[in-house]
């Protein structure tokens, strides 16, 4: 049997596309991680600069392959939304829908364990494991990292889901992309968009000012970062909504990038204080299988208050519950919930 022609044909049955590389260090993101660090660029939830992160052997010794794994999820054409004096949050495309998470485990599960049944040890992970899912999509040329720091694959932008598959099996080496294919060039839209200037290095992501890493970080936020969410309760998408590859994209109306349209869960512009008077049970109802589940209620909430403060001027309702929150005994939703004197400009 042709272990490559036959995992090929299993990855493609299962709605993904895939690249194939020597299962080597990356030095290159080995220094890029340690520079990160010097900068303090590395967010919250981040691990430390360490081998796992850069070398697959650390993580599976044997291995002789990393595959390089995407999900598509074409987001479905919206028309943009009008300015409206309604408190709505933003919440990023991803998390509007059911969480990829699983949706990418199980099919990279599949594989892993199909390659162990032919006798070759393999090990999978996606978004919480060390390695660095982007940076060894880019060195198996599954795609090219843009100068908003994600990952563009041909046809599809930035809108896939990356997962990596470490293996024993002698696969051939199979990039999608050809190597000196540069998709940016003299475009800088991302970068120009960015209100909070995260992306002033290309293709680096300064973390402490990405609003999609500051809608993350848990307990209080210092003023300087809070100022930085704006309406943005989870994630957000600017750079990617602004890019001519991810514009230009094509949903295939079908498979699993169905799934993460915002049928399910809290939807892309939640109203505030439905947000804030959400208890436990119909969060978990509402929430429980979108990427919301993983920040959780608290967080969401104390995201929430920050944009609430900005809805100038306040209404009856938004004075009422921030002043709710600001007796709370959560110091991070007391902060949030500090309520400007008059109502009229920001605090």
């Known amino acids: 049997m042709d272990v490559t022609r036959a995992f090929a044909s299993f990855a493609r049955s299962l709605g993904l596309l895939f690249a194939v590389a020597p299962a080597r260090p990356l030095g290159s993101l080995r220094r890029a991680l340690l520079l990160r660090e010097e900068r303090g660029w590395r967010a919250s939830f981040e691990p430390p600069p360490e081998p796992r992160r850069w070398d697959p052997k650390a993580i599976l010794p044997t ?3 990393v595959v390089a794994l995407a999900l598509p999820a074409v987001p479905r054409r919206t028309r943009e939304g009008r300015a409206s004096p309604i408190p709505r949050g933003v919440v990023s495309r991803y998390a509007a829908g059911y969480d990829y998470h699983p949706l990418l485990q199980w099919r990279g599960e599949a594989l892993a364990l199909w390659l162990k049944a032919q006798g070759y040890e393999s090990r999978f992970q996606v978004d919480t494991g060390p390695l660095s899912e ?3 999509a880019e060195a198996a040329g599954l795609g090219k990292v843009g100068k908003n720091g994600l990952l563009l694959i041909p046809g599809l932008g930035t809108w896939a889901f990356l997962g990596l598959l470490l293996t024993e099996a002698p696969l051939k080496v199979k990039p999608l992309v050809d190597p000196s294919w540069d998709p940016c060039g003299e475009c800088d839209l991302c970068q120009r968009a960015c209100p909070t200037d995260a992306l002033r290095i ?8 990405c609003i999609s890493h500051v809608t993350q970080e848990r307990g209080v936020l210092q003023e300087a970062k ?3 969410l704006h309406s943005h309760i989870w994630g957000c998408d600017i750079c990617q909504e602004v890019c001519p590859y991810s514009r230009g994209a094509v949903s295939l109306g079908r498979g699993p990038e169905m799934l993460f349209s915002p049928w399910y869960g809290l939807g892309r512009r939640p109203f505030l204080p439905t947000i804030l ?3 436990k049970g119909p969060f978990r109802r509402r929430a429980a299988h979108t990427p919301l ?3 959780g209620l608290p967080l969401l909430k104390r995201n929430a ?3 609430l403060r900005r809805k100038i001027p306040l209404s009856s309702l938004s004075r009422r519950l921030l002043r709710e929150y600001a007796a709370s005994d959560r110091p991070e939703w007391r902060e949030a919930a500090r309520v400007p004197r008059d109502g009229t400009e920001e605090p």
């Open 293 to 295: 589940n993983w920040g």
């Open 202 to 209: 290309a293709k680096e992501v300064d973390t402490s000012r």
């Open 305 to 307: 208050l920050y944009a």
């Open 63 to 65: 291995a002789q392959r």
């Open 277 to 279: 008077r959400l208890t």
């Open 226 to 228: 809070a100022s930085l």
């Open 134 to 136: 982007r940076s060894f």
